[in-house]
């Protein structure tokens, strides 16, 4: 079974920096795309950015510029670098694999 586990969020203020990291146990020959996707309280789950295997990566308009995800060269991790933040970003964040695996979640939220 695939275990996907994330770490690194927290409280912050805005303007503020945040990297979280997502711990997978997913077979490098299985993986074909991560991605990061947040909720907020009241609001339907969305994708936040995605890294392909071949290293494409994609940004949902609200992120642009400002985060940016990112692997290591074996696949067992992924990060998602989050700068300038605003109280807009504040939301659980979720790791995914392949669209099917998702990890527990971890807040992250941004407030003065």
């Known amino acids: 079974q695939v275990q996907l586990v994330e770490s690194g969020g927290g409280l912050v203020q805005p303007g503020g920096s945040l990297r979280l990291s997502c711990a997978t146990s997913e077979s490098i020959f299985n993986i074909y795309i991560m991605g990061w996707y947040r909720q907020a309280p009241g609001k339907q789950r969305e994708l936040v950015a995605t890294?392909?295997?071949?290293?494409?990566?994609m940004y949902t308009d609200s992120v642009k510029g400002r985060f940016t995800i990112s692997r290591n060269n074996a696949w067992t991790t992924i990060y998602l670098q989050m700068n300038s933040l605003k109280p807009e970003d504040t939301a659980v964040y979720y790791c995914?694999?392949?669209?099917?695996?998702w990890g527990q979640g971890i807040q992250v939220t941004v407030s003065s």
């Open positions: 890294i392909s295997k071949g290293g494409t990566t």
């Open positions: 995914n694999s392949n669209y099917s695996h």
